[in-house]
């Protein structure tokens, strides 16, 4: 399909149909437009799903590589700085300063943190503020994390690196939460934008956190919801 729509697009361009200035270009230009994006849904639909099949059977691979947090985390964000802009939504980050280099697998990583992003500016309402908190928490500070997430097995790492995703203006109803990791669950009426997805981004969150002996929670209310990640992270040997 993708091969396709860039052979009509080079035939249609040699005709000269796509850089006359008429009617019929500007037809023409929205239609294959219109056809990228839904090739490009179908090929994000079909790696999601092969994405949930593998680690559903334990096959998902992780890579564990050396990350700098702090311009890890700054280069995703630099990302989506002009969708946000686009949304009329304001961008907070808080970064904790110092934070040490981790080895993790970086793909799962850049996924989690990107889906909860694109969720964040698909709902949040122009005028409202996204904000992105990032921490390690490391031998000692443990009384930062809540019960549930102290629950989770440290046999491996004795830290962990969190990171917390919230918007404003928008609250999830309790029986939305309970749903809303569910594969192609959507929350009615929520997408004002009509922007779509495949429906599988934060169940694919879930999963890989799960995988990576981690937790997710959401809490929502007072004007705002938040998605808080924990991961067990390794730090480099010295």
């Not at 361009?13 to 008429?22: A, H, P, V, W």
């Not at 280069?75 to 110092?98: P, T």
Request: charged share 20%; with cysteine; hydrophobic share 35%.
């Amino acid at each position: 399909m993708k091969m396709s729509i860039q052979m009509l697009e080079v035939v249609l361009n040699q005709q000269g149909l796509l850089t006359e200035s008429n009617l019929y270009k500007n037809r023409t230009v929205r239609y294959l437009e219109i056809l990228r994006n839904q090739c490009n849904q179908e090929l994000a639909l079909v790696n999601d799903l092969l994405n949930l099949q593998n680690l559903n059977a334990s096959t998902y691979t992780f890579t564990r590589t050396l990350i700098e947090l702090e311009s890890w985390i700054l280069d995703i964000l630099e990302g989506f700085q002009e969708r946000i802009q686009s949304n009329q939504q304001r961008l907070e980050v808080n970064v904790s300063s110092g934070m040490e280099p981790i080895v993790f697998d970086e793909p799962s990583l850049v996924r989690i943190l990107s889906e909860l992003l694109n969720n964040a500016c698909k709902y949040t309402p122009a005028g409202e503020t996204i904000t992105v908190s990032a921490t390690m928490l490391k031998p000692g500070n443990e009384a930062e994390r809540d019960e549930t997430q102290a629950a989770i097995s440290t046999s491996r790492s004795s830290h962990f690196f969190q990171i917390n995703v919230c918007n404003s203006g928008v609250e999830l109803p309790r029986e939305e939460q309970d749903r809303i990791f569910e594969p192609f669950y959507r929350i009615p009426r929520s997408d004002l934008r009509n922007q779509g997805g495949t429906g599988l981004g934060l169940a694919l969150v879930k999963k890989l956190v799960n995988h990576l002996d981690g937790s997710i929670q959401i809490e929502s209310g007072s004007g705002q919801t938040c998605f808080i990640v924990e991961l067990p992270i390794e730090l480099p040997s010295s």
